[in-house]
């Protein structure tokens, strides 16, 4: 019979990127993220762990770089940022140098715009009404 005790969970993306300096410097920029944590190896790869307010997600080179991720329907992944102010974050990743996909505005119950980072990631930030 299986356990239906809740355990506390999370789960926190890693995304692997060409330029991990870049990105982690596009993210600071961009959702004023703070480094919690930093591994590089001789080479200045590294592994970097951000967090935007309660949340957390990690950064890093990509172990093979020649190795393109599967891509599937457009996209292998798409982050939603939940923030309290969707349009200043917004129009401060476009400062940084995200790419606008479709502009912030309300829909389905949520204040939301979508934008493309730095490294081709593509980030949906917006917040729920009501």
């Known amino acids: 019979m299986p356990d239906n005790t809740i355990t506390p ?3 926190a ?8 300096a870049k990105a982690v410097s596009f993210y600071k920029a961009a959702f ?3 480094e919690t944590y930093r591994l590089e190896d001789p080479d200045g790869n590294a592994v970097v762990k951000l967090s935007v307010g309660a949340s957390v997600f990690w950064v890093s080179d990509a172990a093979d770089k020649s190795n393109e991720p599967e891509n599937v329907g457009g996209n292998t992944v798409r982050m939603i940022l939940t923030v309290s102010d ?14 606008e996909v479709f502009p912030v ?12 980072d730095v490294c081709g990631l593509h980030w949906e930030i917006g917040k729920q009404l009501g």
């Open 9 to 11: 969970a999370s789960i």
């Open 13 to 20: 993306p890693w995304l692997s990127v060409n330029d991990s």
């Open 32 to 34: 004023n993220a703070i």
């Open 86 to 99: 969707p349009d200043t974050m917004f129009k401060t990743a476009l400062a940084a140098g995200a790419v």
């Open 105 to 116: 505005s309300e829909a389905h119950g949520w204040r939301l715009g979508r934008l493309i």
